[in-house]
């Protein structure tokens, strides 16, 4: 129970800092994303079906504190979600120096999955105009900000998420003694 609510926390306060505190330092276009890099690094630690809930309520605290249409985070960190896990079951290995890399090619992988499916469902929603106006946003130069973005939030994110889940793991296993 204090795991739901510590993790529903993290989730909310990066949300509320990913949509009002950091567009005071970042452009629209290059603001880092706390609670996707926070999904990432969860999903690729464990299993899919344990960090679902938590990628629907990130898309979902997203979209309502961001103004958009409900669901169309929701539905991109789901996606987001399976495919750096499959991806993570495929190519994480257990040496510490190539793990590292390896997450920082699933954040890369993550971002540019986010870019691309928020802006596809953007399209078909009539949200913007033309099709697929978004293609040359890959090669901006504000696109680029935000992956170097994303991966320096991910190494700062990395470790305190990593002992979070240590003391959650030792939480889950302890004896409770009933009398």
Same mark, same amino acid.
């Given at each position: 129970?204090?795991?739901?609510?510590? =993790?529903?926390? =993290?989730?909310?306060?990066?949300?509320?800092?990913?949509?009002? /505190?950091?567009?005071? /330092?970042?452009?629209?276009?290059?603001?880092?994303?706390?609670?996707? =890099?926070?999904?990432?690094?969860?999903?690729?630690?464990?299993?899919?079906? *344990?960090?679902?809930?938590?990628?629907?309520?990130?898309?979902?605290?997203?979209?309502?504190?961001?103004?958009?249409?409900?669901?169309?985070?929701?539905?991109?960190?789901?996606?987001?979600?399976?495919?750096?896990?499959?991806?993570?079951?495929?190519?994480?290995?257990?040496?510490?120096?190539?793990?590292?890399?390896?997450?920082?090619?699933?954040?890369?992988?993550?971002?540019? &999955?986010?870019?691309?499916?928020?802006?596809?469902?953007?399209?078909?929603?009539?949200? *913007?105009?033309?099709?697929?106006?978004?293609?040359?946003?890959?090669?901006?130069?504000?696109?680029?900000?935000?992956?170097?973005?994303?991966?320096? =939030?991910? &190494?700062?994110?990395?470790?305190?998420?990593?002992?979070?889940?240590?003391?959650?793991?030792?939480?889950?296993?302890?004896?409770?003694?009933?009398?």
């Amino acid at each position: 129970m204090m795991q739901n609510i510590a =993790i529903s926390l =993290i989730l909310f306060l990066s949300t509320i800092v990913q949509v009002s /505190f950091l567009p005071i /330092f970042f452009t629209d276009q290059s603001i880092p994303d706390f609670t996707l =890099i926070i999904i990432i690094i969860w999903i690729a630690r464990a299993d899919f079906n *344990s960090v679902l809930k938590w990628a629907i309520l990130g898309g979902l605290m997203a979209d309502i504190a961001s103004f958009q249409p409900i669901g169309l985070n929701v539905f991109a960190f789901v996606a987001v979600a399976f495919i750096i896990n499959s991806l993570s079951k495929r190519f994480l290995v257990p040496q510490f120096a190539w793990k590292f890399f390896m997450f920082v090619i699933l954040v890369m992988v993550g971002t540019i &999955a986010n870019q691309a499916i928020t802006g596809f469902i953007a399209e078909i929603g009539g949200r *913007s105009n033309g099709l697929f106006r978004h293609i040359p946003m890959f090669f901006s130069q504000d696109f680029f900000l935000k992956l170097l973005y994303n991966l320096g =939030i991910f &190494a700062i994110l990395y470790w305190p998420l990593k002992k979070l889940d240590k003391i959650f793991a030792y939480q889950n296993n302890r004896v409770v003694i009933k009398r």
